[in-house]
Structure formats: structure tokens, C-alpha cells
């Protein structure tokens, strides 16, 4: 379970992609959500998935690392499109599963190259966002690793106690696993009230401008990532206007 839980979980290293800032970074990917959740067309699709490699290339995150991080929701991603195909033709189902595997693995990059602390620094100065919606989400990052840990220690604790999570049907093991959600939730409440004490005795007030030791500056880089990103929209704008 832990294993599966990556979202967040920032991984050191010296691909060009985790030099950028983080509010150019954060442009990126909600303009690459919403232009290809736009795109339609499979030439689109073609360019979104061309953008989609070449941060693959400069992020220095092994290919499968990427999809193992992202294997639970592609489970889930692949059993709602067979669904799909009930009712929709197959090209509109292959489309909209190229469309959100593309979003999947864009954003999976994205978690692995930008540490939960950038983002809270980039939401907080590139979006009107409040210093308290902008902590709330940097701790909810930061919770989910957490959950994926305390469910594992779960499981090892009540596998050693003669409970077999790894036998029978599916329902047979999801059955299993629910009783578990009570004590993982016990937990995450408890963690979650260290957490606000902690922050209580550091006097910890989000109606106050936070500082930075190093302060957010666009470099070259991003100013070239924020140019091919211009490129990228109009040209997604113009197959949609013109295919």
C-alpha cells in the first residue's frame, strides 16, 4: 500500500525539470490539465503526449517508476473506460483514456520533481490563494504518504495476528481490509492533532505574510519553459479551431 501512495513523495535529483520554479511549474500543469482535457483531436492528443516525453526526458525519473506510482489509479482508470464501452463508441473510449493517462502521468512527474514544500511557496506567491488554503494542501500532500505507511503497518499487525489479505476473491479481500479503516482513520486524527498542537506552540498564524530564506526568481529556464508553453497552447488552440 505504501508502495502505491507516491503522490507527493518527492524524490532527489538533477534533471532539469526540478530546477524550475515552482510557480512556473505549477502553470505548467494546470494549463497541460486544461489543454488536454480540451483536446479532442488526435493530432492534439499527439502534441499533448510529445509534451508529455519531453518532461519525462528532463525530470530523470525512471519510466517505471512513473507507472508504478500511478498504478492504482490506472486500475481504476482502466476499469471505468471497459465500462465506458457499454455505451460509447470505442474511438470516444480510447480518446478519453489516452486524455486521462496523459493528465495521470504529467501529474505524477510533476509530485516527484517538486517538493510539497516549492508547492505550498509557489501557490502561496503565483495564485490568490490564502497562506491557509496554501498550507492545507501542503499538508494534505503530505498525508498521503502517511496514510499509505500507517495502513501498511496495519496490515503487517493483523497479518501476524493469522489474517490472510493475500487469498480468496477480491470481495473476499476487500472485506478484510475494511475493518482496518477505523483504527487508520483513529491514527490519521491523532497525527492531525500533534500536527495543529506543533503549530499552535510555534505560533503559527495564517493571517500573516510568511518570509523566505531564498526568494522565488524566474530564471532563464523559466522563462523558456513558460515560452514553449505558449507555443503548445496556441497550437492546441488551432487544431481545435481549425480539425
Not at 509557489?122 to 498525508?143: H, K, N, T, V
Not at 487508520?184 to 492531525?192: C, D
Not at 530564506?213 to 523558456?224: F, H, K, N, S, V
Request: with cysteine; net charge positive.
Amino acid at each position: 500500500m505504501e508502495r502505491d501512495i507516491t503522490v507527493g513523495q518527492y524524490r532527489e535529483g538533477e534533471g532539469i525539470l526540478r530546477r524550475l520554479d515552482p510557480r512556473c511549474k505549477l502553470y505548467m500543469i494546470l494549463a497541460y490539465v486544461i489543454l488536454t482535457l480540451l483536446s479532442g483531436h488526435p493530432i492534439a492528443l499527439g502534441l499533448s503526449t510529445f509534451m508529455l516525453i519531453a518532461a519525462w526526458g528532463m525530470s530523470d525519473c525512471s519510466l517505471m517508476a512513473i507507472f508504478k506510482s500511478a498504478r492504482g489509479v490506472l486500475i481504476m482508470l482502466a476499469i471505468s473506460e471497459l465500462f465506458s464501452l457499454i455505451w460509447l463508441p470505442v474511438t470516444t473510449v480510447l480518446l478519453s483514456c489516452w486524455r486521462m493517462l496523459l493528465i495521470i502521468l504529467m501529474s505524477v512527474i510533476f509530485s516527484k520533481t517538486t517538493e510539497p514544500r516549492d508547492i505550498l511557496d509557489g501557490l502561496r506567491e503565483g495564485f490568490p490563494i490564502g497562506e491557509g488554503g496554501a498550507m492545507s494542501l501542503a499538508i494534505a500532500l503530505d498525508f498521503l504518504p502517511q496514510l499509505g505507511r500507517e495502513m501498511e503497518r496495519l496490515k503487517t499487525a493483523a497479518a501476524s495476528r493469522g489474517a490472510l489479505y493475500d487469498e480468496g476473491t477480491l470481495f473476499a479481500r476487500v472485506k478484510q481490509t475494511v475493518p482496518l479503516l477505523i483504527p487508520l482513520f483513529r491514527s490519521t486524527l491523532h497525527s492531525a492533532g500533534r500536527l495543529a498542537d506543533a503549530m499552535d506552540m510555534r505560533g503559527y498564524n495564517s493571517g500573516v505574510k510568511r518570509t523566505r530564506m531564498e526568494p522565488l526568481i524566474y530564471r532563464r529556464a523559466d522563462y523558456i519553459a513558460m515560452s514553449v508553453l505558449l507555443v503548445y497552447t496556441i497550437a492546441i488552440m488551432l487544431i481545435r479551431i481549425f480539425l
